[in-house]
């Protein structure tokens, strides 16, 4: 059985950071680009940020660039995003996913698996 958890989510000050993880399993990881999307109230969900797992190959949104990294860690399974300097715009919940599929940009349509999701509110 596959499963995507998320775990990291809160509400946070403008300006400040979060790392979100999503624990992976019941995967063979490095068949999978991985990768994280959001969707904030009243708007599509929206890709952040993209891994291939077997070449760690990045990918990421305009809008996040220099502010969030994307990660893996291969020994847990677990993918991890570092959000920093971030903006009341950055607010929705954030869903870790799984493609198979060796690239670093993950794509909506092609999602194989999805995570629960998790809360991230930033303040202002």
């Known amino acids: 059985q596959v499963q995507l958890v998320e775990s990291g989510g809160g509400l946070v000050q403008a300006g400040g950071s979060l790392r979100l993880s999503c624990a992976a399993s019941?995967?063979?990881?490095?068949?999978?680009?991985m990768g994280w999307f959001r969707q904030a109230p009243g708007k599509e969900r929206e890709l952040v940020a993209g891994?291939?797992?077997?070449?760690?190959?990045?990918s990421y949104a305009d809008s996040v660039k220099g502010r969030f990294t994307i990660s893996r860690d291969n020994a847990k399974s677990t993918v991890y995003l570092q959000m920093n300097s971030l903006k009341p715009e950055d607010t929705g919940v954030y869903y870790c996913?799984?493609?198979?599929?060796?690239?670093?940009?993950?794509?909506?349509?092609?999602?194989?698996?999805w995570g629960q999701g998790t809360q991230v509110t930033v303040s202002s």
């Open positions: 996913a799984a493609e198979r599929a060796i690239a670093t940009r993950i794509r909506e349509s092609e999602v194989d698996y």
């Open positions: 019941g995967l063979t990881l490095n068949r999978y680009t």
């Open positions: 891994i291939s797992w077997i070449g760690g190959g990045t």
